[in-house]
């Protein structure tokens, strides 16, 4: 108990930092606290996020104000089909005038990198940010060069119909934290846009309200927040029922399970609470395995979505009641 009772005193500073970023990123992208907050949460579960959505609706927009809120080193990569893996994580090469090899490092080398249009290059050039996004490291010519915390991948795409895209792999579609979508803003938000947009840059004037250090600080609180016991039994029970669902071909891995439960002890600090609960997990759900789960091609032909199979999932595993209760791991139904 004491343990919780020193996380509970931390709960109220995190709230007062998260909220400062959520609010100056909300002067950029108007209208779309939802989207704003899911973003936030990606960070401060130590996650990588990728929007996806049509052109114009404030994917770069959302990236760039996150990364200009926080005083830490960023950098934009603009995928294109001839970009090389070498332009991503650096390169060797012989300076004549020392008589040795010096490393020069590539752009993945920042706290915050925003990948813009991710699936326009090549999926050679794709592969070279496995390694950094999920072990957060760079091996080149067989030195692995670490990247400091905190590390994040803000990834942009369209839509993979659109001319000259290529689609992302599974394996590193997997290493994202979160997949999200911006959507077009509601009728009152736009007006506010033609107000603001059209006659200030407003990305121009936004000052950072937070540091690295407390961007740090949040993560290690968030991997502190309290899981019951029987809400590790629930997360079970959601994977094995999506493992057997017959729309899928593939359910939740190990790593999407944990990833929910990141997701969900994030959402549950901002809420002031120093322990998750079931709608932490449910409501975090289609945002962090829609991207992670393979539907059957049967299921492709029916039009059958992944997000109407996580609900699925999560309307036929029963919520668990009360610290102790088993009843999620036998995958009861209502």
Not at 163 to 187: C, H, K, N, W
Request: hydrophobic letters at 45%.
């Amino acid at each position: 108990m004491a343990r919780q009772r020193t996380i509970a005193t931390d709960v109220e500073p995190y709230a007062e930092v998260f909220g400062a970023i959520a609010a100056n990123v909300e002067q950029v992208l108007q209208g779309k606290p939802d989207v704003v907050e899911l973003a936030l949460l990606c960070l401060v579960s130590e996650g990588h996020l990728l929007i996806e959505d049509i052109p114009g609706v404030g994917k770069t927009s959302l990236a760039k104000a996150l990364a200009a809120s926080i005083d830490c080193t960023w950098s934009r990569i603009q995928f294109t089909p001839d970009l090389l893996p070498s332009d991503v994580v650096g390169v060797t090469v012989w300076n004549r005038a020392t008589g040795e090899f010096e490393f020069r490092p590539g752009v993945i080398f920042a706290n915050l990198v925003l990948g813009d249009e991710i699936n326009r290059a090549s999926p050679k050039t794709q592969s070279a940010l496995l390694e950094a996004m999920e072990e957060r490291q760079v091996t080149i010519d067989g030195v692995t060069r670490p990247l400091d915390p905190p590390f994040m991948v803000i990834a942009t795409q369209n839509p993979i119909e659109h001319e000259g895209t290529y689609p992302l792999p599974e394996s590193q579609l997997d290493r994202f934290f979160m997949r999200i979508s911006v959507g077009y803003p509601a009728r009152e938000a736009e007006i506010g846009i033609l107000d603001t947009h059209g006659a200030l840059d407003l990305l121009a004037g936004l000052e950072p309200v937070a540091t690295a250090a407390d961007v740090r600080a949040m993560a290690a609180l968030t991997r502190q927040i309290h899981v019951a016991p029987s809400l590790k039994e629930y997360l079970v029970a959601l994977a094995e029922t999506s493992r057997r669902h017959p729309a899928l071909a593939i359910g939740m891995s190990p790593r999407a399970t944990l990833a929910l439960q990141r997701a969900a002890r994030a959402r549950a600090v901002t809420a002031g609470r120093n322990y998750i609960v079931p709608d932490d997990i449910k409501a975090m759900a289609p945002h962090v395995l829609a991207h992670r789960l393979v539907l059957t091609p049967e299921a492709h032909v029916q039009g059958v979505s992944t997000a109407e199979v996580i609900d699925e999932v999560i309307r036929h595993v029963a919520v668990p009641t009360g610290p102790g209760d088993g009843a999620a791991s036998r995958g009861a139904r209502r």
